[in-house]
């Protein structure tokens, strides 16, 4: 049994209700041998690392058998998560590794200190990263720049859009088409 656990993007008090994450949750529970994880981020607007993190291992319960899935400050969360645990996946969405100028993303502690990318790469099995061009909060060359990093350590498969945005839609079929094609590998 695989287990997913969706860890969204700051700003949203009410998981299911936000973007595409509730959606997503319910087509996950449709997906023979998967389960999902999906509450209410606590600290949800500063997404406090020292907050998340210890969040994502014992309310999420991310283990070795864990894909998480992690958009926006979720992303970030991921990545600094995989580099002290070992992860089944990760599937990235508008992912980023510095805080790019903004007062809350430099507040919430992910971008203190170095990023470990070869225990990240080391302590997953495989990375997705969802990314698009027209990004209007992470710059697609940004969102390369993680790429780029863990590519020097593993390779990363990357679903390039054009028209997606900061991928805030209500569905998000493409992510649930990674997962079904990940969990039966």
């Known amino acids: 049994m695989a287990k997913v656990a969706i860890v969204p993007g700051n700003g949203c008090d009410e998981v299911r209700d ?3 994450y509730g ?13 999902c994880a999906l509450q209410n981020m606590p600290d949800p607007l500063y997404a ?34 995989a580099e002290t645990h070992r992860l089944r996946g990760i599937v990235l969405v508008s992912a980023y590794l510095s805080h ?25 099995d495989w990375i997705v990263q969802f990314a698009s061009q027209d990004d209007h909060l992470v710059p697609f060359a940004e969102q390369m720049r993680v790429v780029k ?16 945005n900061h991928f805030m839609q209500d569905a998000f079929p493409e992510l ?4 079904e094609q990940r969990t039966k590998a």
Not at 65 to 75: A, C, L, R
Not at 149 to 164: A, I, Q
Not at 176 to 179: A, E
């Open 23 to 35: 959606w997503a949750e319910q087509q996950l529970r449709k997906v023979d041998n998967v389960e």
């Open 149 to 164: 990093e863990l590519k020097r350590f593993k390779e990363v498969d990357v679903r390039e859009f054009t028209d997606r």
């Open 18 to 20: 936000c973007n595409w």
């Open 48 to 81: 406090k690392r020292s907050i998340w993190l210890p969040f994502m291992e014992k309310s999420l319960g991310c283990d070795a058998q864990t894909i998480v899935v992690g958009h926006s400050s979720g992303s970030v969360a991921a990545l600094r998560y």
């Open 100 to 124: 790019m100028g903004d007062q809350l993303e430099a507040a919430s502690g992910y971008f203190d200190g170095d990023w470990n990318w070869e225990a990240i790469c080391s302590n997953t």
């Open 176 to 179: 649930i088409d990674v997962i």
